[in-house]
Nanobody, 115 residues
């Protein structure tokens, strides 16, 4: 069973930056489109960004387009989310999974943006 471990969250002021990492165990990572998702208190988990297995194709939610960048390193079984110009509304627990959300969820990493 693939395990996902997210890290890199923290408390940052509005306008700041964070880089999230998600390390995956298992051999299927390099063949899987991956994604980042987030869940704010009292809200449903929502799509943030996805990246194809090759890294060529990327897609973003409108709310983060131009501020966030998803990338991956298949040699390290890791997917990243660079978050710039953070806003208080970006506050959430951030999770990674396959783009189709087919693996078990990890614990996520908390991102808190203060105004």
């Amino acid at each position: 069973q693939v395990q996902l471990v997210e890290s890199g969250g923290g408390l940052v002021q509005a306008g700041g930056s964070l880089r999230l990492s998600c390390a995956a165990s298992g051999r299927t990572f390099s063949r899987s489109a991956m994604g980042w998702f987030r869940q704010a208190p009292g809200k449903e988990r929502e799509f943030v960004a996805t990246i194809s297995w090759s890294g060529v194709s990327r897609r973003y939610a409108d709310s983060v387009k131009g501020r966030f960048t998803i990338s991956r390193d298949n040699a390290k079984n890791t997917v990243y989310l660079q978050m710039n110009s953070l806003k208080p509304e970006d506050t959430a627990v951030y999770y990674c999974n396959t783009a189709e959300r087919t693996w078990y969820w990890g614990q996520g990493t908390q991102v808190t943006v203060s105004s």
